[in-house]
Each structure stands twice: as structure tokens, then as C-alpha cells.
């Protein structure tokens, strides 16, 4: 009785481990829906070339190469008014992108900040700060410094000159 028993499980085991195959899951990877190459958009290359327009600030690769963008970037005009309105979004923005490292006040004190090794974000309050160029801090901004990452993709143009104009109203000394 019992090899009877061990012959009907094994059976039954064997048997809804053949039927498992009729089912249509063994297709799910096979129906799933993918990027095959070349099909979806990759982000360009830094160092492109735009095809379509669009700002173009170059690439640094070394130290000096980043002071010379700078240096170059010092010349660029904000194209956008320091309207009530885009320093409303400006401080929207800082508050998302910014404030973790720079501090509510922008003394360099916020939580992320603070935990830095080797110093503290820059003070946007010092004169070092508010003695640049509104296109020296969109170049900054725009490529990052140091520990400081750069916003080219996270915030469009507009946004970016949004928070220069915030940073001017907010930390500019009076």
C-alpha cells in the first residue's frame, strides 16, 4: 500500500510538473516588452556638438579647463528677469536641489553638508559668492564644482537662471 502511495504522489507530482509547461507563463520573458538596441534615446555625449540649438558650455576635464570655462562663462547674460515669479521658483528649486547641502540660511550648514570630509559647501552669503557673475554661477550650477554635482540635466536652463536670480535676492548682502 504504502509503494502504491509513493507511486500515485510521484505521478500526481510528475504530472503537474508536465502540465505547468502548457501553460502560457513560460512565455512571459518572451512576451515581455524591452528596449532593443538603438531604439530608446541616450543622453549625448558632454562634448557634442547639438544638433538642434540648446546651450553649449563646455566639458572640463581638468582643474584649469574648469576656471577657463568659468573665466569664459563670465560673460553670459540672464536672459531671465528677476521677476517676482522666477525667484518664487528659484526658491523652489533651492529648496529641492540645494538646501540639503547649502543650509536653509546658505552658509554651507545643511544635513548633507555637514557630513563632507574634506569642507563645508561654500557659503553663498560670503563675497566670494555674490561677487561672481550670474554667468559664473550658472557655469557652476551648470558643471558642478568639487563635492558639488552638476544640475545641466536635473534642472532645465530656465530653471537654473530661476535659482541665480533666488541666490541673488535671497543671499545678496544688504
Known amino acids: 500500500m504504502k509503494r502504491i502511495g509513493r507511486v500515485t504522489v510521484a505521478l500526481l507530482l510528475f504530472g503537474f510538473g508536465a502540465a505547468a509547461w502548457a501553460y502560457p507563463w513560460d512565455q512571459d520573458m518572451v512576451d515581455q516588452p524591452s528596449a532593443k538596441p538603438q531604439e530608446s534615446r541616450a543622453p549625448a555625449d558632454p562634448r557634442a556638438v547639438p544638433v538642434t540649438g540648446g ?46 547641502c547649502h543650509g536653509v540660511t546658505g552658509k554651507g550648514d545643511g544635513p548633507v553638508g555637514l557630513k563632507f570630509e574634506n569642507k563645508e559647501p561654500v557659503d553663498l552669503n560670503d563675497a566670494y559668492t555674490q561677487d561672481q557673475t550670474d554667468g559664473e554661477l550658472f557655469f557652476t550650477l ?19 537662471w530661476d535659482v541665480v536670480n533666488y541666490l541673488r535676492a535671497e543671499f545678496a548682502p544688504p
Not at 563646455?58 to 540672464?78: I, M, S, V, Y
Request: aromatic fraction near 10%; charge should be negative.
Open 55 to 100: 546651450e553649449f558650455l563646455p566639458a572640463a576635464e581638468t582643474e584649469a579647463e574648469q576656471f577657463d570655462g568659468k573665466a569664459a562663462a563670465a560673460n553670459l547674460p540672464n536672459p531671465v528677469p528677476a521677476t517676482r515669479e522666477s525667484v518664487a521658483r528659484g526658491a523652489y528649486l533651492y529648496e529641492l536641489n540645494c538646501q540639503v
Open 142 to 160: 551648470t558643471r558642478g564644482r568639487v563635492e558639488m554635482p552638476f544640475y545641466r540635466d536635473a534642472l532645465s536652463e530656465t530653471e537654473r
